[in-house]
């Protein structure tokens, strides 16, 4: 029987986490994609990375799945995909579930306190 602990520990084996510091070089490229997977309440409170798409956890695989009629078109499977959560489990298991379904670049750069703190823009 799998915890909690075995799935992030999984995630982060396969997900690779940077410091929001590096990520931040990484904001406003043509071929960078943030997605914040809090839930949209969660962001409503706190603000998200400034143009980052907003789709949560439970609904990722829609989201990222161009055969579905929920997909996002943002969501290109050769795209730099940034994932953040309030503090990385969330961004590690959704950035799990992006490289299974074909997303080849896909980074946790943990939560979005980490990318305030570090002075990238935000939005409300």
Known sequence: MKTAQDYLEEANAIVKRVPAEEAIAFHGKADSVFVDVRDSGDIAKSGTVAGALRISRGFIEFAA????????????????????????????????????????????????????????????
């Open 65 to 124: 799945d161009d055969k579905t009629p929920h997909h996002n078109p943002a969501m290109k499977k050769d795209a730099n995909i940034f994932v953040l959560c309030a503090v990385g489990g969330q961004a590690a298991l959704a950035g799990k579930t992006l490289k299974e379904m074909g997303y080849s670049s896909v980074t946790n750069i943990g939560g979005f306190n980490d990318w305030k703190e570090a002075g990238g823009p935000t939005e409300g």
